[in-house]
């Protein structure tokens, strides 16, 4: 199936006022959706929306759509990495009418009487399009994670099989599934969705945590940093340092996620973070590890200093094992008993240009939004194309 022309010619016609509206349209959308379907409060993260970069992530990409409505191609990597979101959080075809009802309200009311029943129509049909598209690139996702050996649908009960503290910050979850039976493996770099509805929480909350040890067939893990204090105190974060403990039984959903380690045998591999951005990292170096590749890889990381860096001995003892991985350090603030930092201060790839750029090498990084503006921006200032750099944002997502 495909749109008319003139649903077409509207919507992109109407693309600029979006671009001026967006965010008080997904506003008053998500305002109205929670007041008149509240059970969806238990799929939605509640703090995004008080932060409003969810409100700026749908925002984004209705304008992206409306904008690009006639060349739907350039969208396809936009809709793979929104349907993998939407997986890990079991958004299902019967949940799209009810956005649908809600969106074309907000349209509607923000537009005012600029908003004609033509108009209107024109968007209810190219939103229909774009929710059947959703759907069946969901259901396939859903499918490929059910059949595949070790594979469900839908969440699965885990327990907690070990709980190890990795630095003040972040702390790491070993999860086995109930049923003894295998689990499925996963392309380094994936996440997971955990389910926990908290005591003090009024919905259940649902989040995603990238997968940080390499695939083995019978168990996950997670790494998880505790995020904010006080008043910007992070929900989940917190409840699993403080309250998930040992045997407790979590659910989970199949990995899903479209930042991964690209399968080469021919290109270098950088691997870039910040914090608790290392997680994917972690899984991608230790797959690596695993395969015995001869390809320079080059684990570049920067930590607040070492009190709060996790994972250091791990990937020093694979550098030393390993000729052609190389672990590049930076601290930003060392303190007086640090000693394992390469360099102090923000982490400055200049200083390191003779290392890490290199030929065909791919480039993967995760962290902080600015810390990912920069690296990008050097590396492009460098000549890196675009094909070559991989990121994932934790969080709702914003074009870098
Ligand atoms: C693909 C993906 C992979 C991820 N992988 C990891 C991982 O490996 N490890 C990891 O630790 N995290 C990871 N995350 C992040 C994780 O999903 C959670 O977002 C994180 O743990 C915070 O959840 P929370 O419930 O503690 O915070 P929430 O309550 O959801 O709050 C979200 C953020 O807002 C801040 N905040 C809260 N209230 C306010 C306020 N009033 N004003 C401003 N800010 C506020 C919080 O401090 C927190 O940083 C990943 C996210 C994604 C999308
Ligand atoms: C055509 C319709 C839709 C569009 C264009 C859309 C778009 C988006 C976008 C852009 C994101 C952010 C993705 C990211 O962070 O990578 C997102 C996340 C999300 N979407 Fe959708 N979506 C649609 C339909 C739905 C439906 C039907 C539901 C279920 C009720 C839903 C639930 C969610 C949830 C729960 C998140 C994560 C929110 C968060 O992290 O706070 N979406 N969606």
């Not at 690139?137 to 503290?165: L, M």
């Amino acid at each position: 199936m495909s749109l008319n022309e003139k649903t077409i010619g509207i919507v992109k016609a109407t693309a600029p006022v979006l671009a001026e509206h967006g965010e008080t349209i997904t506003r008053r959308f998500y305002l109205q959706m929670f007041s008149q379907n509240p059970e969806l409060l238990n799929i939605f993260n509640a703090t995004n929306q008080k932060t409003g970069r969810q409100q700026a992530a749908l925002a984004e990409a209705v304008y992206d759509y409306a904008a690009n409505i006639d060349n739907l191609g350039t969208l396809t990597s936009a809709v793979q990495r929104i349907a993998h979101k939407h997986a890990s959080f079991n958004i299902l075809p019967e949940h799209y009418p009810i956005v649908g009802k809600h969106l074309l309200e907000a349209i509607a009311h923000v537009l005012g009487e600029a908003a004609t029943d033509e108009i209107l129509d024109a968007w209810q049909e190219a939103y229909g399009f774009l929710a059947d598209l959703f759907i069946e690139v969901e259901e396939g996702i859903y499918r490929e994670n059910q059949q595949i050996s070790g594979g469900w649908r839908g969440t699965r009960e885990f327990k907690v099989v070990n709980k190890v503290k990795e630095s003040d910050l972040i702390t790491s979850f070993y999860f086995e599934p109930l049923d003894g039976l295998p689990v499925a493996d996963f392309l380094p770099g994936q996440y997971i969705g955990i389910y926990l509805h908290p005591d003090h929480s009024e919905h259940r909350c649902i989040r995603q945590y990238s997968l940080s040890d390499a695939p083995n067939g019978k168990s996950y893990r997670i790494s998880v940093k505790r995020e904010g204090e006080g008043e910007t105190r992070g929900i989940i974060s917190h409840y699993l340092h403080d309250n998930v403990q040992l045997d407790d039984v979590v659910e989970l959903c199949p990995p899903c996620g479209d930042f991964y380690l690209i399968d080469r045998s021919d290109a270098p591999v950088v691997l870039m973070s910040a914090g608790v951005g290392q997680t994917p990292m972690l899984s991608m170096l230790n797959s690596l590890t695993r395969k015995k590749t001869d390809l320079p890889i080059i684990f570049v990381h920067s930590a607040i200093n070492s009190r709060t860096h996790a994972f250091g001995q791990h990937v020093r003892d694979i550098a030393g094992t390993n000729d052609n991985i190389e672990q590049i350090l930076f601290y930003d603030e060392p303190t007086d008993d640090c000693s394992a930092h390469h360099y102090a201060g923000r982490m400055d790839l200049e200083l390191v240009r003779d290392k890490i750029d290199l030929p065909e090498a791919h480039y993967y990084f995760c962290g902080p939004l600015g810390y990912m503006a920069m690296v990008k921006g050097v590396l492009q200032g460098w000549g890196v194309t675009k094909d070559r750099l991989h990121y994932e944002v934790f969080g709702p997502h914003k074009d870098i």
